[in-house]
């Protein structure tokens, strides 16, 4: 039986990674940097380790790869844009331990992770219709429309976004500094527009699942949705899949105008929060992105159905302890 390390796996999308893993016949490690008593799904894998922070580069590193050897994992699927970035500058340290690292490639993910050099790809391209985006240390706040939108240009889960109502605003911020590495881009007012995208690298086939968010949490992960179908968008996920040469499952994020065209957002290169409402709605995102790096062919798009889905929380005991402080 052939084992697959899950990192984070106190993450939204670890659940129904580490269910489908399962099903597939695989043997799962998890980790994560909290202790296993605060992670309902670390009673799910065969083994859980406790690991130092990725920002904690050379010590994180280390300890994964100390994991894969100790518990001989084959395959490795990340789920967090900080570990991404690493394992994108460490992959081949991964290779020479013999462990398949189940993510685009390094060009990819570079482009994918870059919100500034995504744009000028996507319009050199001519596809995705994407947001207007600026660099805010280059950019005149005069010329500028109000409300606009700051953020970090790798940034992730909404981590670091401001939004900015005024040119006197604008104008207080910049005179804070600290302007490096930060995008700009206007407000579209609008509905949250994400697809789920398998494509496999070798053949070029891809699946998109559509979903609208209508509710959720302040760091983007959606907890009510409806998945949809819609022809027109799929297909415009797909071209963009494949200028973009993704390999595996992957998540596009879309603004939809009042008047209902769709905006490109970002590109995340790795599951999104809500993957598990697409094997929902009935595409298997986690087996088929496996398949994507052991040479078996994905399955078509056949099947999916269109459903509101909503996720709750569940409490689960993770142990006792006799006596408190």
Not at 17 to 30: A, Q, S
Not at 78 to 86: F, I, R, Y
Not at 186 to 215: H, M, N, W
Request: with cysteine; aromatic share 8%; net charge negative.
């Amino acid at each position: 039986m052939n084992t697959a390390l899950v990192t984070a796996i106190g993450s939204f999308s670890a659940d129904i990674v580490i269910k489908n893993l399962k099903k597939g016949g695989f043997r799962v490690v998890g980790c994560d940097i909290y202790p296993g008593e605060w992670i309902a799904d670390s009673g799910n894998v065969a083994s859980f380790y406790k690991v130092p922070l990725a920002t904690d580069e050379r010590r994180y590193v280390d300890s994964i790869l100390k994991i894969c050897r100790e518990e001989q994992a084959k395959v490795m699927i990340v789920l967090t844009d900080v570990e991404v970035d690493v394992w994108n500058r460490h992959r081949d340290e991964l290779a020479l331990a013999s462990v398949t690292l189940c993510l685009s490639s390094e060009e990819t993910l570079l482009l994918c992770r870059d919100k500034m050099e995504l744009y000028r790809f996507l319009v050199e391209k001519g596809i995705g219709n994407p947001i207007p985006t600026l660099e805010l240390s280059e950019t005149d706040p005069e010329c500028l429309s109000y409300p606009a939108v700051i953020k970090p240009f790798n940034g992730r889960s909404s981590q670091g976004l401001r939004y900015i109502h005024s040119l006197d605003e604008m104008k207080g911020f910049l005179e804070c500094g600290g302007l490096k590495g930060l995008i700009v881009q206007p407000f579209y007012q609008g509905s949250i527009i994400t697809v789920d995208v398998v494509r496999q690298s070798d053949t070029g086939e891809s699946v998109a699942v559509c979903r609208k968010e209508l509710l959720r949490t302040p760091n983007g992960a959606g907890t009510s949705v409806l998945v949809f179908l819609d022809p027109i968008l799929e297909a415009a996920c797909r071209e963009i899949a494949n200028a973009l040469n993704i390999n595996g499952c992957v998540n596009f994020e879309f603004i939809q105008a009042e008047d209902g065209s769709y905006h490109m957002l970002e590109c995340n290169p790795r599951f999104s929060g809500g993957v598990e409402f697409s094997c929902m709605a009935g595409y298997d995102c986690v087996t088929n992105h496996l398949r994507c790096f052991t040479g078996e062919a994905i399955e078509p798009s056949k099947g999916i159905t269109g459903m509101y889905i909503a996720r709750k929380y569940e409490e689960y005991i993770m142990g006792s302890k006799k006596q408190f402080p």
